[in-house]
C-alpha cells in the first residue's frame, strides 16, 4: 500500500552518514548508534542541507540530529504519552472526541523529529502501513459512526503515501456522507518540498469533502523558498493551510522566534493553529520548555503580531483526556487572586460586577471601568 518516494533515496538515516556529512561528531558516534537502536533517523536532503554545521546550537540540527540524551528517560515520560491506544477502537483510528477521528494510515515519515510523541510507533523498524484488512476495518468503523464529521489522517505522515494511493483513500472518505472535512497532518511540505507536486495536489482535493492541510513547522528558517512554494501549490489550488509547532527549548523558545515563525506562515496563507507544549514523550526532556515559559512567550507573542499570528497554546494531557489551551488569562474578577480557590467549596472568590483585563503591554484595567 505504502509507496516510498525514490527522490527520498538521498535521506540520511544512520549515524556514520551524518557524520560523514558533518551533521554529527565521530566522537558522538558510538552514542548516537545506541540511540538509532532505539528511534528512527531519517534527515532529509532539504533539512540537512539547512543545518548551520558551525552552529553546535543550531536550531534545524536540535529538531533532528540524534543525541544523547535522548537514552536519558524522565519521570513521567511515556511511550504513549497523549493516550492514542485508550482511545483506539479498532487498529488505525483514535477517536478521542465524539466529531472527529485521527485515522493512522502510516507510521513512516520523510523525516523523525527528536521530539515526536508518536516515536515508540514510528520509524522502519515498526509496521509500514495498515493492511487492507485493518485499512477496511477502519474505513467500516468511521461509516459506522455516523456523529464522525472530520477525519484527521496523520500517522507518520500521510504524504509518505503515494499520490495515487491517497487519492484512493480519499475517495473513500468522501464516500462516506457524514464525513465532511478531512484533515491531512504532514511534515513533508518543509522536509521534502519535492512531493508536493501536481500528482499530490490532486490526490488531496475531492468530490464531497473539504480539504485541510496541517503543516508541520517549528522554526522559520523551516520555511525555506521550496517550502513556501509547495505550500503555495496547496493554496493556489483552494485548499486551506493551518500550522502546527511545538514549543521546543533551543528552537522556538524566544519570542523573536516565535514571532517570525508565525510571520513567516501567515506570509505563506498559513494559519497559525496550533503550539503544542511538549509532549512527555521518552527522552525529550532536553527539547521541552516549562508550561510558565510558554506562557510568557505566548504573552510576549501577543505584545508583537497581529490575531492572524497567534496561535493556540495547547497541552495535550497525558493519559488520552484530550487537547487543553494552556495559553495566559487576561481576565480576572476584580478581587481574584489569579488561582486561589475557596477551600470550602472550591469556587473562585471574585466580584461578580468588574474584572481586570490585561492588555497587550502587560497593564491591567477594570472592566466596565469606574464610573
Ligand atoms: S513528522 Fe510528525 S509523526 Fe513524523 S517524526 Fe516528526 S512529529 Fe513524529
Not at 28 to 36: Q, T, Y
Amino acid at each position: 500500500m505504502n509507496r516510498i518516494d525514490p527522490k527520498l533515496a538521498a535521506t540520511l538515516r544512520q549515524p556514520a552518514d551524518l557524520v560523514e556529512r558533518g551533521l554529527a561528531k565521530v566522537a558522538d558516534l558510538a552514542d548516537l548508534e545506541r540511540v538509532a537502536a532505539r528511534y528512527a533517523i531519517a534527515v532529509t536532503p532539504d533539512i540537512a542541507g539547512l543545518i548551520d554545521t558551525e552552529n553546535p546550537d543550531d536550531p534545524i540540527a536540535r529538531q533532528f540530529i540524534p543525541n544523547a540524551l535522548e537514552l536519558v528517560n524522565e519521570p513521567g515520560e511515556r511511550a504513549d504519552p497523549i493516550g492514542d491506544d485508550a482511545h483506539s477502537p479498532v487498529a488505525g483510528i483514535v477517536h478521542r472526541y465524539p466529531d472527529r477521528v485521527l485515522f493512522k494510515l502510516v507510521h513512516v515519515c520523510a523525516v523523525y523529529c527528536r521530539f515526536c510523541f508518536r516515536r515508540e510507533m514510528v520509524g522502519p523498524g515498526k509496521a509500514t502501513a495498515l493492511s487492507d484488512t485493518a485499512y477496511r476495518d477502519a474505513l467500516d468503523y468511521i461509516r459506522r459512526h455516523t456523529e464522525i464529521w472530520e477525519v484527521i489522517l496523520t500517522g507518520g505522515d500521510p504524504l509518505m503515501l503515494s499520490p495515487r494511493r491517497l487519492a484512493e483513500i480519499m475517495v473513500d472518505l468522501a464516500a462516506i456522507d457524514h464525513i465532511k472535512i478531512i484533515r491531512i497532518h504532514t511534515r513533508v511540505p518543509v522536509a521534502a518540498p519535492s512531493r508536493i507536486n501536481g500528482e499530490m495536489v490532486g490526490a488531496l482535493r475531492v468530490a464531497g469533502a473539504t480539504s485541510w492541510v496541517a503543516v508541520h513547522a517549528n522554526h522559520p528558517r523551516e520555511l525555506t523558498a521550496a517550502a513556501r512554494a509547495a505550500c503555495a501549490q496547496l493554496t493556489d489550488a483552494g485548499i486551506p493551510l493551518v500550522s502546527q509547532s511545538v514549543l521546543l527549548r533551543g528552537v522556538n523558545d524566544h519570542a523573536s522566534a516565535l514571532e517570525d515563525l508565525m510571520r513567516a506562515f501567515v506570509e505563506c496563507r498559513i494559519k497559525p493553529y496550533y503550539l503544542h507544549h511538549g509532549d512527555l514523550a521518552p527522552g525529550t526532556a532536553h527539547l521541552r520548555t516549562t508550561l510558565e515559559r510558554g506562557q510568557e512567550l505566548m504573552r510576549a507573542l501577543r505584545g508583537r503580531v497581529s490575531g492572524l499570528c497567534q496561535p493556540d497554546y495547547v497541552l495535550d494531557i497525558p493519559g488520552g483526556a484530550g487537547k487543553s489551551p494552556v495559553g495566559p488569562g487576561y481576565l480576572l474578577p476584580q478581587n481574584s487572586v489569579a488561582g486561589q480557590r475557596d477551600a470550602q467549596d472550591g469556587r473562585e472568590a471574585q466580584d461578580e460586577t468588574r474584572y481586570r483585563v490585561t492588555d497587550y503591554c502587560g497593564e491591567v484595567h477594570l472592566y466596565p471601568p469606574e464610573p
